[in-house]
Antibody, heavy 122, light 107 residues
Framework: EVQLLESGGGLVQPGGSLRLSCAAS????????LTWVRQAPVKGLEWVSA????????YYADSVKGRFTISRDNSKNTLYLQMNSLRAEDTAVYYC???????????????WGQGTLVIVSS | DIQMTQSPSSLSASVGDRVTITCRAS??????LNWYQQKPGKAPKLLIY???SLQSGVPSRFSGSGSETDFTLTISSLQPEDFATYFC?????????FGQGTKLEIK
C-alpha cells in the first residue's frame, strides 16, 4: 500500500523558517515525481511545488518562489519542503502527494498524505 | 496562469439524485483535467484523471467528460458518502491550478 506521511509542521513566527518532511513507502520512490499542495483554513487547494523523480527539475508557485525549496532524498524515500521568510498567508495544511502520469503527459496527484499544519503567527 | 472556474460553488441534493459539476479552464488544456473529492478533515482523494478515466477503486457512479476548456463531473445516483467538496485541477502547465471547489450538501 502506498503511504505518504508528512511531518514538521507547527507554529512559527513571521519571517521564520520551517522544514517539512514527507516519508514515503509502498512504491519505488525514485521512479516518481512528487508535489506539495497546501490548503489555507476553510479555503481551496493551492499547488505549491513539484520535483521530478531524479530531483533534477523543480517547479514553484509564484507565491513561494524564492522562499521555499523542494528537495528529495531518494536513499531515504523522503521529500522535503524548506520554507523560509514565512508569512501569515503561508498558514495552511501542507499535503505531499505522489505524481503519476500517462504516455500523453497527463499527470495527477495520488495518493495524498494526511497533511501537516503550519501556522505563521506572532 | 490557467484559471479554473467551477460551478456551482455549492449544491444541495438528495440521495439518489443525479448531479453534475462543471469546470471551465481559461484556455485549452486538452484532457489534462483531474477531479478530486475531499471530506472534512481529510486529504483529497483522486476520482477521475485525464478528464474521463476512473481511478481504480472509485465507484462507477462517478464519471467525467469534456475536453479543451469545458469539463463535467457527474454522479449518477448520489449516495450518503458522496456528500463532500469536489475540486477540479489542470495538469497542462505549471502552476497546476485547482478550481475553487464545489460543496455538495444534503438537501
Amino acid at each position: 500500500e502506498v503511504q505518504l506521511l508528512e511531518s514538521g509542521g507547527g507554529l512559527v513566527q513571521p519571517g521564520g523558517s520551517l522544514r517539512l518532511s514527507c516519508a514515503a513507502s509502498g512504491f519505488t520512490f525514485s521512479n516518481y515525481a512528487l508535489t506539495w499542495v497546501r490548503q489555507a483554513p476553510v479555503k481551496g487547494l493551492e499547488w505549491v511545488s513539484a520535483i521530478r523523480n531524479s530531483g533534477s527539475s523543480t517547479y514553484y508557485a509564484d507565491s513561494v518562489k524564492g522562499r521555499f525549496t523542494i528537495s528529495r532524498d531518494n536513499s531515504k524515500n523522503t521529500l522535503y519542503l524548506q520554507m523560509n521568510s514565512l508569512r501569515a498567508e503561508d498558514t495552511a495544511v501542507y499535503y505531499c502527494a505522489k505524481v503519476s502520469g500517462d504516455r500523453r503527459g497527463v499527470s495527477w496527484f495520488d495518493p495524498w498524505g494526511q497533511g501537516t499544519l503550519v501556522i505563521v503567527s506572532s | 496562469d490557467i484559471q479554473m472556474t467551477q460551478s456551482p460553488s455549492s449544491l444541495s441534493a438528495s440521495v439518489g439524485d443525479r448531479v453534475t459539476i462543471t469546470c471551465r479552464a481559461s484556455q485549452s488544456i486538452s484532457n489534462f483535467l483531474n477531479w478530486y473529492q475531499q471530506k472534512p478533515g481529510k486529504a483529497p482523494k483522486l476520482l477521475i484523471y485525464a478528464a474521463s478515466s476512473l481511478q481504480s477503486g472509485v465507484p462507477s457512479r462517478f464519471s467525467g467528460s469534456g475536453s479543451e476548456t469545458d469539463f463535467t463531473l457527474t454522479i449518477s445516483s448520489l449516495q450518503p458518502e458522496d456528500f463532500a467538496t469536489y475540486f477540479c485541477q489542470q495538469s497542462y502547465s505549471a502552476p497546476y491550478t485547482f478550481g475553487q471547489g464545489t460543496k455538495l450538501e444534503i438537501k
